[in-house]
C-alpha cells in the first residue's frame, strides 16, 4: 500500500500520461485526486524552468495535461486538467532550517470539462 509523507496509509498514486509541453511520467503520491493535480501541475512549470529540453515553453501561462491514477487496485481513470501559472504580487519567504525559501507563483489547477478537448486527445 502506498503511504503519504504524513504516515497515512490511504493514499493514492498518479502519474502524468499526457501533457502540452509534451512530458510523461513522474509519480505523485496524494490522498485524493485534486492534490496530485496540483503537485503535477507545479512540477510541469519546474520542468520548463530548469529542463533545457522543455525551455521553448517558457512563455505559456497554461498547460493541459492528462492524469492518470496508478494505485493498485484501482479503475486507473485519467482525468485532464489544466494548470495555470500566476505571479505573486510579492514573493512568500519562510525558512525550512537553515534554508530560505522564496516562492513567486501560484498555480490554479482546473478539471477540464471537456475531457475530449481536441488538445487532450493529441496527447
Given at each position: 500500500?502506498?503511504?503519504c509523507?504524513?504516515g497515512?496509509?490511504?493514499?493514492?498514486?498518479?502519474?502524468?500520461?499526457?501533457?502540452g509541453?509534451?512530458f510523461?511520467?513522474?509519480?505523485?503520491v496524494?490522498?485524493?485526486?485534486?492534490?496530485?493535480?496540483?503537485?503535477?501541475?507545479?512540477?510541469?512549470?519546474?520542468k520548463?524552468?530548469k529542463?533545457?529540453?522543455?525551455s521553448k515553453?517558457?512563455?505559456?501561462?497554461?498547460?493541459?495535461?492528462?492524469?492518470?491514477?496508478?494505485t493498485k487496485?484501482?479503475?486507473?481513470?485519467?482525468v485532464?486538467?489544466?494548470?495555470k501559472?500566476m505571479k505573486?504580487?510579492?514573493?512568500?519567504?519562510?525558512?525550512?532550517?537553515?534554508?530560505?525559501i522564496?516562492?513567486?507563483?501560484?498555480?490554479?489547477?482546473?478539471k477540464l470539462?471537456?475531457?475530449s478537448?481536441a488538445e487532450?486527445m493529441?496527447?
Amino acid at each position: 500500500m502506498v503511504k503519504c509523507s504524513n504516515g497515512n496509509a490511504s493514499c493514492r498514486s498518479f502519474k502524468i500520461i499526457g501533457s502540452g509541453i509534451g512530458f510523461k511520467g513522474g509519480r505523485y503520491v496524494a490522498e485524493n485526486r485534486n492534490i496530485a493535480a496540483h503537485r503535477a501541475g507545479s512540477k510541469l512549470f519546474q520542468k520548463i524552468m530548469k529542463d533545457p529540453e522543455f525551455s521553448k515553453y517558457k512563455n505559456k501561462t497554461t498547460i493541459k495535461f492528462i492524469l492518470s491514477e496508478t494505485t493498485k487496485g484501482s479503475p486507473k481513470k485519467n482525468v485532464a486538467y489544466e494548470v495555470k501559472q500566476m505571479k505573486l504580487d510579492k514573493p512568500l519567504e519562510f525558512k525550512r532550517g537553515d534554508v530560505t525559501i522564496v516562492v513567486k507563483y501560484k498555480y490554479v489547477v482546473n478539471k477540464l470539462v471537456n475531457q475530449s478537448d481536441a488538445e487532450v486527445m493529441n496527447m
